[in-house]
C-alpha cells in the first residue's frame, strides 16, 4: 500500500463505520430482548431466561449491526430516494468499512481468516499440550472439549470462506474480465456477516464454551451448558454469509464474462469456484435448518431431536452431513482450481484434460450431494443404506483421479519453475493423495466400523484439508501475493517455509494414522497409557509445524509493507488477472477485455488468451514468454 | 511421451514393490480378540494392498517430473502445446473405474460377511445402556446387571443390544473391531463371538470405550471387557446374582 497518497480517513477515524455497527447492533440487541421479556412478563413467565433473550435479540442485533455497518447508507438511504454516499477509492480506511470493490473485500477475508487459522492453530497447540501425556492435564477434561470444539469450528469456517471469500473474491471479476462481482452490495454484506461469527464463538467461552465440536449433535447440543447457543447462532450466521457468496459468483461467472470468454475458456480456477458455488448455494439451507431446530429444542423446548416427545437424534446427523459433507468439496474443489491453475501457468503448459477436468468438478458436485451417510455407518441406521453409500462415496475417487491426471499430464515435459508456489502445489499433490487414498479406508464399511471416531479420521481430513486444502490455500498466497500487494514476497522465507511446513505436517499427521490403528478416539482429552509415545511425538512435531507459520506471516507483512515492488505480471502467465497492474485499478481494466483464445496459450506462438483494450494492449499485456 | 516414460514406471514398479514387502511382514493391526475381527483387518490389508501402486505410481510420476523437468535458469521457452490425449485420459479412467469397483466389491463381500454372523441367532444376549458417563451392562436371562466391567464367555455368538439414557454415545471394543452407536430412544445392536480370553490388563484393546463425543466426561466413559470360559462365565453370573 505504500506508495498511495495518504487519505483523509486515517487513524481512529477508519474505525467510526465499525464503531456505528456495534452501537446499532447494541441497540437492535436491546430491541429484541426487551419484547422478549415483555412478551414473557405479559404471559405470566418469568422474564429472564438468558438463552430465550439472547435468542431473540441476536436477529434484531444483527441487523442492527449490518444496518450501522453500511446497509444503511448502501440500501435505506436509496429506498428513501437519498444520494448514496460516495465510497473511498484509495487508502486503508476502505479495509474496515462497508466498501464494494471486490478487492477490498478479497483482502478483506484473507486477513480476516488468515487471523482466525493462526488463531485456530494455536488452540490446537493447547490441543497438543493436552495431549502430549496420558492423564487429565493442562486443560481438565471440560477445557479441552472447548479448546477443541472452538478449534473445529474455527477451521471449518477458515476452511469454508478462505479460498472462496479471499481468493474467489479478489480473482473471479479479474479472471473474467469483469469490473466487479455482479451484486457487490450483497458481497460486502457477506463479509460483514463475519464479524458477528467471530464475536459469537469467542464470546461462548466466556460463557463456559460448548463442548459438541463443530457437529453439535443432539441431544447433547440441547443439554449442554450456554456457550452452544452462541456457537448455533453463529454457525447459522455464517452460513448465511456462505449462501450470499455462492450466489454472487455464480452471477457473475454467469453473466459477466468478458466477450470471446467462452465456458470452455474459463481458466480451471474459474471452474472450481463455479463448482464449490453451486454447492454453497443449494446445500447449505439444510445445515441451517438443522442448526434452527437444534436452537428451538434448548430455547422453546420443541422436541425435533428428543425422543421423549417423539423426536429423532438420528435424523439431525442426516441434515447436518447433508450440507457438511458437500461442504468439503466448497474447500477442496477450489482449492483444486488453485493447484492445477498454478502447475499450468508454472510449468508453463495448458492445462492437461481441461474438458476432463471440469466434467470431472461437476461430477463431484453432484456425487457430493448423495454421499452424506458414509459419516453415518456406525450410527445405527437403515442397513440397507449401507451399500449404496459406500458406493456412491467410493465413486468420487474416479473424477478426483481426473484431477490428478491433469496435475502429473501438466507436469509431464513442463518448464517447471520450482519456486515456493509451485513447491506447495506439489506439496498439495503429495499429502491430498494420501487424504484420498485414506479416505477409501472410511468409505469401506468394515474398515470405518474400526475407524470410525478415531484418530485415523483426524489424520485422513487433515490430510485433505490441511495439507491439501490450506498448502493449496498457501500456493495461492504466494502465486498471487504481487497481484494483490504490488510487491514481491521473499523467495528463500519461502522456500524456508514449504520445506518446515511440509516436513513438519507429515510429522505431525502421519502418526496420527497409526495413533488411530491402534484404538485412539477422537474428541478426548485422555487415552491409554500404551498411546503415550506416539502422542508425545505427535504433540512435539505440532509445535514444530506451529513454527513454520511464523516464517509464513513474517514474510507477508514484511513483504507487503517493504517487498521490492513487483511487475504487473511477475510469471509472464496468460490469464487476465495478470494483464493490468499490481494491484489493480478500481475497476480492474483500462478498457475491457476481449478474449480470443484458451486460457493457457503456452507453447503456440503468437497466440493470445485475450487482448485488453482497444490497441491490442496494455501495461505488459499478452506476454506469453 | 517418449522413452523418459519407463523411467518414473519403472520407480513406480520400484516403490510398489518395496510398500508391498513392508505390508505383507508388517501388520499394524493390534491384536484381536472376536472371530469378526479378521474381516474388518482382512479389509484393512486387502485396501493397503490396493491402495500402495496408486501411491507408488502417482509419487513416482511427481517426483520425477519435478526433477527432469524443471526449468534451469534463465530459461524462458514454454513447454510443448500439449492439451491432453484422448487414450491417456480414456485409459487413465478405465483404470481408476475398474480400481473402485474392485474396491467396492471388497466392502461389499466384507459387509456382507459381518452380517452373515449378525443375522445367525445369538448364543447371548447382553444389553448395553451408555450413560453419561459410564456403561450399565445387563445379563436379561440372568437377571444380572453391572457397571463395572463387561464380562463375556470365549466362543459364544454374543448380541449386544445398544441404547443410551441421555445423549449419543458409541459402543466400541477396540479387539473386537466391533462399533455402534448408543442413541436414546433406539436400540441397535452388534455381534461378535469372542475367541480368546483374556482381559483388559493383558490387552488394553479389551475395553468397551465410548466413540462418540458426549461432553465433559467423554474421554473417561471406559470399562474394561473381560472374556472368560463358559464355566466362569456361568459361575461369574452366579456370584453377581447373589450379590444383588
Excluded at chain 1, 405479559?42 to 438468558?50: E, N, S, V
Aim: proline share 7%; with cysteine.
Amino acid at each position: 500500500m505504500a506508495g498511495k497518497p495518504v487519505p483523509t480517513d486515517v487513524g481512529l477515524r477508519m474505525l467510526l463505520p465499525v464503531g456505528r455497527g456495534l452501537l446499532f447492533g447494541a441497540l437492535g440487541f436491546l430491541v429484541g430482548s426487551g419484547l422478549a421479556a415483555v412478551i414473557r412478563l405479559l404471559t405470566g413467565r418469568t422474564p429472564w431466561a438468558p438463552e430465550v433473550l439472547l435468542a431473540a435479540g441476536y436477529p434484531s442485533g444483527l441487523i442492527g449491526w449490518l444496518l450501522g455497518v453500511g446497509m444503511w447508507d448502501y440500501w435505506v438511504r436509496e429506498w428513501f430516494g437519498l444520494p448514496r454516499r460516495p465510497e473511498p477509492a484509495d487508502g486503508p480506511g476502505r479495509f474496515f468499512r462497508f466498501c464494494t470493490d471486490h478487492k477490498v473485500i478479497g483482502v478483506q477475508y484473507l486477513v480476516t481468516f488468515t487471523a482466525m487459522m493462526l488463531l485456530g492453530g494455536l488452540l490446537a497447540m493447547l490441543m497438543r499440550l493436552e495431549l502430549m501425556a496420558p492423564g487429565v492435564g493442562v486443560l481438565g477434561l471440560a477445557g479441552y472439549n472447548a479448546v477443541m470444539s472452538l478449534h473445529g469450528i474455527f477451521m471449518i469456517a477458515v476452511a469454508v470462506a478462505i479460498l472462496l471469500g479471499g481468493f474467489a473474491n479478489f480473482l473471479v471479476p479479474l479472471m473474467v474480465g469483469a469490473e466487479d462481482v455482479a451484486f457487490p452490495r450483497l458481497n460486502a454484506l457477506s463479509y460483514w456477516l463475519i464479524p458477528p461469527v467471530a464475536l459469537l464463538l469467542v464470546g461462548s467461552l466466556l460463557l463456559g464454551g460448548f463442548e459438541t465440536g463443530w457437529t453439535a449433535y443432539p441431544p447433547l447440543a440441547v443439554v449442554n451448558p450456554r456457550g452452544e447457543s452462541f456457537f448455533l447462532l453463529a454457525f447459522l450466521t455464517f452460513g448465511f454469509s456462505s449462501i450470499l457468496g455462492g450466489l454472487n459468483f455464480l452471477a457473475t461467472i454467469i453473466g459477466l464474462r468478458a466477450p470471446g470468454l467462452t465456458w470452455s475458456r474459463l481458466p480451471i480456477f474459474i471452474w472450481s469456484v463455479f463448482a464449490a458455488s453451486l454447492i454453497s448455494l443449494t446445500a447449505t439451507q439444510f445445515v441451517a435448518f438443522a442448526l434452527l431446530s437444534d436452537i428451538l429444542d434448548r430455547v422453546a423446548g420443541t422436541v425435533f431431536y428428543n425422543p421423549v416427545g417423539g423426536g429423532k437424534p438420528l435424523l439431525y446427523q442426516h441434515l447436518f452431513w447433508f450440507y457438511s459433507h458437500p461442504a468439503v468439496y466448497i474447500m477442496i474443489v477450489p482449492a483444486f482450481g488453485i493447484v492445477l491453475e498454478i502447475i499450468a501457468h508454472l510449468a508453463r503448459k495448458p492445462l492437461f484434460a481441461y474438458r476432463w477436468v471440469v466434467g470431472a468438478f461437476l461430477t463431484i458436485v453432484f456425487l457430493s450431494f448423495i454421499v452424506w451417510a458414509h459419516h453415518l455407518f456406525t450410527s445405527g441406521m437403515d442397513e440397507r443404506l449401507h451399500v449404496p453409500f459406500m458406493v456412491t462415496t467410493e465413486l468420487i475417487s474416479i473424477p478426483t483421479g481426473m484431477v490428478f491426471l491433469a496435475a502429473l499430464g501438466t507436469l509431464w515435459e513442463g518448464r517447471i519453475l520450482l519456486n515456493t508456489p509451485m513447491l506447495f502445489a506439489l506439496g498439495f499433490l503429495f499429502n491430498f493423495l494420501i487424504g484420498g487414498i485414506t479416505g477409501i479406508f472410511l468409505a469401506d464399511v468394515p474398515t470405518d466400523i474400526q475407524f470410525q471416531d478415531t484418530y485415523f479420521v483426524v489424520a485422513h481430513f487433515h490430510y485433505t484439508i490441511m495439507g491439501g486444502e490450506i498448502f493449496a490455500f498457501l500456493a495461492a498466497a504466494y502465486y498471487w501475493f504481487p497481484k494483490i500487494t504490488g510487491r514481491m514476497f521473499s523467495e528463500r522465507l519461502g522456500k524456508l517455509h514449504f520445506w518446515w511446513a511440509f516436513l513438519g505436517f507429515n510429522l505431525t499427521f502421519l502418526p496420527m494414522f497409526w495413533a488411530g490403528v491402534r484404538g485412539m478416539t477422537r474428541r478426548v482429552a485422555d487415552y491409554q497409557p500404551v498411546l503415550a509415545d506416539v502422542n508425545l511425538f505427535i504433540s512435539l512435531a505440532a509445535f514444530f509445524l506451529a513454527g513454520s507459520f511464523v516464517v509464513f506471516v513474517v514474510n507477508m507483512v514484511y513483504s507487503w509493507a517493504r517487498g521490492p515492488v513487483a511487475a504487473a505480471n511477475p510469471w509472464g502467465a496468460t490469464t487476465l488477472e495478470w494483464q493490468t497492474s499490481s494491484p489493480p485499478p478500481h475497476g480492474n481494466f483500462p478498457h475491457r477485455p476481449n478474449v480470443v483464445d484458451s486460457p493457457y496459450t503456452y507453447g503456440m506462438p503468437g497466440a493470445v488468451h485475450a487482448v485488453v483494450g482497444p490497441a491490442g494492449g496494455s501495461d505488459g499485456a499478452n506476454k506469453t514468454g | 511421451m517418449g522413452r523418459s516414460f519407463w523411467f518414473p514406471l519403472l520407480g513406480a514398479l520400484g516403490l510398489t514393490v518395496l510398500g508391498e514387502s513392508v505390508a505383507l511382514g508388517f501388520d499394524p493391526s493390534p491384536p484381536a480378540a472376536a472371530a469378526e475381527a479378521g474381516v474388518v483387518d482382512g479389509a484393512f490389508r486387502t485396501l493397503t494392498f490396493l491402495a500402495i501402486p496408486v501411491f507408488a505410481f502417482v509419487l513416482s510420476f511427481l517426483t520425477y517430473s519435478a526433477l527432469r523437468f524443471r526449468r534451469r535458469p534463465g530459461e524462458q521457452a514454454d513447454g510443448p502445446p500439449v492439451r491432453g490425449s484422448r487414450p491417456v485420459a480414456v485409459t487413465w479412467l478405465g483404470v481408476t473405474t475398474a480400481l473402485t469397483l474392485v474396491l467396492i466389491g471388497v466392502g461389499t463381500v466384507g459387509l456382507e460377511e459381518l452380517r452373515h454372523t449378525a443375522r445367525l441367532s445369538p448364543d447371548l444376549v447382553v444389553r448395553v445402556e451408555g450413560m453419561r458417563w459410564g456403561w450399565q451392562v445387563a445379563y436379561p436371562e440372568a437377571g444380572v446387571s453391572t457397571n463395572r466391567e463387561l464380562v463375556l464367555p470365549v466362543g459364544r455368538r454374543i448380541r449386544v443390544e445398544v441404547t443410551s439414557r441421555d445423549v449419543v454415545h458409541s459402543f466400541w471394543i477396540p479387539a473386537f473391531r466391533a462399533k455402534i452407536d448408543a442413541v436414546p430412544g433406539m436400540v441397535t445392536s452388534v455381534a461378535f463371538t469372542p475367541n480368546r480370553t483374556g482381559g483388559y490388563d493383558q490387552n488394553p484393546d479389551l475395553r468397551v470405550q465410548c466413540a462418540e463425543l458426549c461432553g465433559t466426561g467423554h474421554s473417561l466413559m471406559v470399562i474394561p471387557v473381560r472374556i472368560v470360559t463358559e464355566e466362569e462365565f456361568r459361575q461369574w453370573l452366579a456370584n453377581q446374582s447373589r450379590q444383588m
